[in-house]
């Protein structure tokens, strides 16, 4: 018999938020942001629920590929480029269109000849100071790709860092973009999730939602139910086994977790190997039965332990799920002290898929 333990990707809820963040555009085009093998949801299984995006952004130029081998003909976007001069020819014979962000990927491209222009998207720092050219030397930057052969059109991009941080916000580096491209006749591409929905300001020609897209809020202080987001990714198993303790009993390594009464205690079949975090502390959210309840001790490779006290019913074989509709895979992040991307990227290769 198989282990239990199963990842589930619903579709109607990745249609669901690509509707409910393109309502909520000021009718910018979309990129769908499809990178880390779609947030670790797998690409072949999120893309046909996203089809109606008006474009695709990721990473890595094998998945651009697969899309277009997919059949899906919207602009396709490398939100880092290329790595190197040779894979601009691959990007041309693909319509895969790239970021610029470096005078090395300025000089390939200057260099590069190709089957057919391609559509370059031009990075500018406008203060995260990660990636991208400084954003006052846009005009110059402009004018030279604007001269390349190799370049059939110029999209304007940044990232924000704080679009997700009330306090800080995007106002600075929106000024900055603003100031260093002011009249620039070229379409720009600056909102995350974040900014796609707090600052409509921001929203520009093109939007790039990521997390979102997913089911995940990209705020600390705002659950994606309270924004309407529905999660894509379910992780579910079962119990595999129950036991009674008493009042002084410990429970898995290192003794974290010692009882302080009598208490019903159940073993899940999932931990640390299949990509659960192994730092999640005891109090992590858990749903037994369709009951909540929480973690308890240390996080195994293999298995967990959860508080049976409150599913009174709860057997060996009882459902048991991680995250997903009941339990927010935001607040399991939050407990284990990281942000939901980290877990939707971690779901280990031993884990199955299946999409409902």
Not at 13 to 23: D, I, Q, S, V
Not at 310 to 326: D, I, M, N, R, Y
Request: aromatic share 6%; proline share 6%.
């Amino acid at each position: 018999m198989n282990r239990p333990l199963l990842a589930r990707i619903h579709p109607a809820a990745l249609t669901h938020n690509l509707a409910l963040l393109k309502a909520r555009s000021s009718g910018a085009m979309m990129f769908a942001v499809v990178k880390a093998n779609a947030y670790g949801h797998g690409l072949e299984r999120v893309a046909p629920a996203l089809a109606a995006t008006d474009g695709w952004a990721t990473l890595e130029l094998a998945s651009a590929i697969r899309l277009r081998e997919m059949g899906y003909t919207q602009p396709i976007v490398l939100l880092e480029g290329v790595f190197s001069a040779d894979e601009l020819p691959l990007c041309a014979s693909h319509a895969i269109g790239c970021a610029v962000h470096s005078p090395e990927q300025l000089r390939w491209l200057a260099d590069a000849d190709l089957a057919r222009p391609l559509a370059i998207f031009l990075k500018l720092n406008s203060g995260m100071n990660r990636l991208g050219f400084a954003a006052e030397d846009a005009p110059a930057l402009l004018a030279r790709l604007q001269a390349m052969p190799s370049v059939a059109s110029v999209t304007l991009m940044t990232h924000f860092a704080t679009a997700d941080e009330p306090e800080a916000g995007i106002a600075a580096q929106l000024a900055r973009f603003r100031a260093a491209t002011a009249g620039l006749d070229v379409p720009v591409s600056l909102a995350n999730s974040a900014a796609l929905l707090d600052y409509p300001e921001a929203h520009g020609d093109w939007v790039r939602p990521g997390v979102a897209l997913y089911g995940s809020s990209p705020f600390a202080d705002r659950s994606a139910a309270s924004i309407g987001l529905q999660p894509a990714m379910s992780l579910t198993s079962e119990l595999i086994s129950v036991r009674e303790l008493v009042a002084g009993d410990a429970v898995g390594y290192g003794a974290t977790f010692v009882a302080d009464r009598a208490m019903r205690i159940g073993t899940v079949a999932c931990g640390y190997a299949d990509g659960y975090p192994r730092h999640a502390p005891t109090g992590t959210p858990v749903a037994v039965n369709g009951v909540l309840t929480r973690l308890i001790g240390r996080v195994s490779m293999d298995m967990l332990a959860v508080d049976l006290d409150p599913v009174p019913a709860a057997v060996v074989g009882s459902p048991v799920e991680l995250w997903g509709s009941q339990v927010s895979i935001d607040a399991v992040a939050t407990a284990a002290g990281t942000i939901s991307y980290e877990l939707m990227c971690a779901v280990a290769p031993r884990v199955p898929f299946t999409v409902d």
